[in-house]
Structure formats: C-alpha cells, structure tokens
C-alpha cells in the first residue's frame, strides 16, 4: 500500500474507533434505538448532499432497492441496535474487541454458503484462534467471575455475525455495479426508514428529555464522523487497497477505542479482555496471511 493508503487506513481505525466512543458518551442521555435512528439519519442526510454535489443518478429498478433494503438489515438495523443495545452494560473497548472478530465470522459464512471463497488452513486456523480468544472473553462472564453481563456479549457477537452475512449479501450488491457512495446512501435511507416506526413505538422519543450537548456532539460525531466520512473513506480503500488490506483496520479499531475511553472515561478491561484481544489479533493474522508468508520466504531465503 502507497503511503497515502496507510494514513487513510490509519485515519479509518480512528473514526470508527471514535464510534465506540460516541455511543458510549451519547447512552447516557439517549436509548439505543433512538441512537440509531439519529446516527443513520444524519449520516444520510451528509451523503445525500455529497451525492448531489456529484450529481449522481439514484437507482430505480425495485430489484436493486430489494438488493439494498436487505444489506441495510444486515448491514445497519441488526449489527447497530445489537451492539448499541450491549454498549449500555459493557465497557466501549470490550464491544470494539468484540466486533473485531467480524472477519471471524466472515469466514465461516463464507466457507459454509459458497463454493468459490472456502477456508484454506492458515483461515481456518485463524478462526479457531480468534474464537479461542472469545472463550477467554466470554469465559469468566459465564461463570459469574466478572461484573460483565453475558447478555451484553452476545448481542456484540450476534451483531458480528450479521455483519458477516451482510459481507455474503454483499457479493449481490457488486454485482449490480452501483457506486459506493449510493450503496452507502441507500443502507442509510432504508434503516431511517425501517428504524423510525420502531422508534416511535419503542423509545417514543418525544417524552425523553433533552439530551445535553456531550450526548449531541457525540450524535453528531458518530453520523458525520464514524459513519458518512467513514463509508466515503472505506469504499476509496477498498478500490485503491484492496479487501484484504482493508482486514487491517480490524487490528486497530479496538486499540483506538480502549485509548479513547481509557484517556476520556476512565474505563479500564480485564486482564481476561485483553488476553482474549490478543488470541482475536493472533486469529486475524493467521486469516490475513501476510506475516506466514513472510515468515515462511525469510526462513526459505
């Protein structure tokens, strides 16, 4: 990767880092669906302009917007809510390490629903490490050793798991040849949709109280920041990078997150959290590969 790749990546880490960190700030004032509903709608509502600044067209045929409305369920409803849901009991860094075991997940999805992306040895020892370092997260919550409701834990995980099939669903999406900052726009859109009625039955957010200026800066951050920067950002990578370069901001996100929280919240993990970051870290390098090879060529040459 060009140097101007790493600082993007670098850059990316951080703002989706930040998200841990702004939704654990904006919790204190706001219920985690209502959070959602305002991280999505902003978010939208940013990319929209930048779509009409570049003036692109949006999709019309009710096949595409099928395609679409399904990965912003996968995408967008489930994996926020879940992990929005789990970060009101769970410290932010410990739902970061969690959601570091997406590629994990992706993994076994993929090896299990398709015939053309199957678990070659190094991934499949990378899963058994990174869920090795799962059971070391979720271990002492199940025997009651720690103050962490396992409840929390699992959503964080379930919520991984429906990122993972969002990346299955995905494969349809590039198909359709849209470009990034529509796909991104329309996930959005359509959880605004899906998410408002929800809301309004469930929050009834015009009988909260107003939520003080940390919780609406932090609201604020999340949207712009974490999510339409953070998608405009991604998808670049992705085209000049690459997917399996892109699997490196999963190493740094959880690092951004604890040093966010640490220096601002105060929050402090277990030993067990940063045992169990370790093995997911191990995990991931294993599925990624690069450092075997290079492993492998320095002991060949």
């Not at 929050?267 to 290079?294: C, K, Q, Y």
Request: aromatic share 8%; net charge positive.
């Amino acid at each position: 990767m060009s140097l101007r790749d790493w600082s993007l990546l670098i850059f990316l880490s951080i703002l989706w880092g930040g998200s841990f960190f702004f939704v654990r700030v904006a919790l204190d004032d706001l219920p985690p669906l209502t959070l959602v509903l305002s991280r999505v709608l902003i978010g939208a509502a940013v990319l929209a302009v930048v779509i009409r600044i570049s003036g692109e067209a949006l999709p019309r045929r009710p096949m595409v917007w099928f395609t679409l409305a399904v990965m912003a369920l996968l995408n967008n409803v489930i994996p926020f809510s879940l992990i929005f849901w789990g970060q009101t009991a769970i410290p932010a860094g410990l739902a970061a390490i969690l959601n570091a075991t997406t590629p994990l997940f992706t993994v076994v999805v993929m090896h299990l629903f398709t015939t053309d992306d199957r678990a070659s040895p190094n991934k499949a020892a990378g899963v058994a490490l990174g869920f090795l370092g799962v059971v070391v997260l979720v271990g002492p919550a199940a025997l009651g050793r720690l103050d962490t409701p396992l409840w929390a834990i699992a959503a964080c995980l379930a919520a991984t798991l429906s990122y993972a099939f969002s990346g299955l669903w995905g494969r349809r999406i590039k198909a359709l040849g849209i470009s990034p900052t529509i796909t991104a726009w329309a996930q959005l859109s359509v959880t605004t949709v899906v998410m408002t009625p929800i809301v309004a039955l469930v929050d009834r957010p015009w009988t909260l109280a107003m939520p003080g200026m940390p919780a609406i800066l932090a609201v604020l951050a999340l949207a712009i920041l974490s999510t339409a920067l953070a998608y405009i950002i991604f998808f670049r990578l992705l085209a000049t990078a690459g997917p399996s370069n892109l699997l490196l901001v999963t190493f740094l996100i959880p690092v951004s997150t604890i040093l966010l929280t640490s220096l601002f919240l105060g929050e402090r993990l277990a030993p067990t959290h940063f045992a169990g970051m370790a093995l997911i870290g191990l995990g991931l390098a294993a599925i990624d590969g690069r450092l075997w090879r290079r492993m492998v060529g320095a002991k060949g040459s």
